[in-house]
């Protein structure tokens, strides 16, 4: 029987690092496309010149985010790929199997939270050029992150 390679700190961090940096570029990605929806197709009800400030200070604050944030991301991912192709057997990690079916996890009750926000909307009425490209952008987010995600466990076998 094969030992199991022990986790190091230097394994927890990079494991730790990478998956919360997805989730902030994710999630700043996310604020910057809704941003531009609002200025790009407003609600009229809504709209002044403060929600215009408010929105322009969130771009402000998701491109600042993703200029430092997703590097790292892809950083540590380079580093850990690395580290996968030295030692095979650290794709089997605890760590890196619980952040990974954690982040599969998060990105399906995402998709499924979207879809049942469009159905709702859809029965009662309230779909916006607005909502929609919102609805498709969190879809296309959360569906990435699964896919190249579950892509990677179906591709090197990890259960």
Same mark, same amino acid.
């Given at each position: 029987?094969?030992?199991? *390679? *022990?986790?190091?700190?230097?394994?927890?961090?990079?494991?730790?690092?990478?998956?919360?940096? %997805?989730?902030?570029?994710? @999630?700043?990605?996310?604020?910057?496309?809704?941003?531009?929806?609002?200025?790009?197709?407003?609600?009229?009800?809504?709209?002044?010149?403060?929600?215009?400030?408010?929105?322009?200070?969130?771009?402000?604050?998701?491109?600042?985010? %993703?200029?430092?944030?997703?590097?790292?991301?892809?950083?540590?991912?380079?580093?850990?790929?690395?580290?996968?192709?030295?030692?095979?057997?650290?794709?089997? %990690?605890?760590?890196? *199997?619980?952040?990974?079916?954690?982040? %599969?996890?998060?990105?399906?009750?995402?998709?499924?939270?979207?879809?049942?926000?469009?159905?709702?909307?859809?029965?009662? @009425?309230?779909?916006?050029?607005?909502?929609?490209? *919102?609805?498709?952008?969190?879809?296309?987010?959360?569906?990435?992150?699964?896919?190249?995600?579950?892509? @990677?466990?179906?591709?090197?076998?990890?259960?």
């Amino acid at each position: 029987m094969e030992h199991a *390679k *022990k986790v190091s700190p230097k394994d927890v961090f990079l494991h730790l690092l990478t998956t919360i940096a %997805l989730y902030v570029s994710a @999630g700043s990605f996310i604020a910057l496309l809704f941003q531009y929806i609002n200025i790009l197709y407003p609600d009229v009800l809504e709209y002044n010149a403060y929600t215009r400030e408010s929105a322009l200070g969130i771009i402000r604050w998701s491109i600042a985010s %993703l200029i430092v944030i997703f590097p790292v991301y892809i950083g540590t991912s380079i580093a850990l790929n690395k580290n996968y192709r030295k030692e095979p057997e650290k794709r089997n %990690l605890r760590i890196r *199997k619980w952040l990974t079916y954690f982040t %599969l996890f998060a990105a399906a009750a995402i998709i499924i939270g979207d879809v049942v926000t469009l159905i709702y909307n859809l029965l009662g @009425g309230g779909l916006t050029t607005q909502f929609m490209l *919102k609805i498709a952008v969190v879809l296309f987010a959360a569906a990435s992150v699964f896919y190249y995600y579950f892509w @990677g466990l179906k591709r090197h076998n990890i259960e």
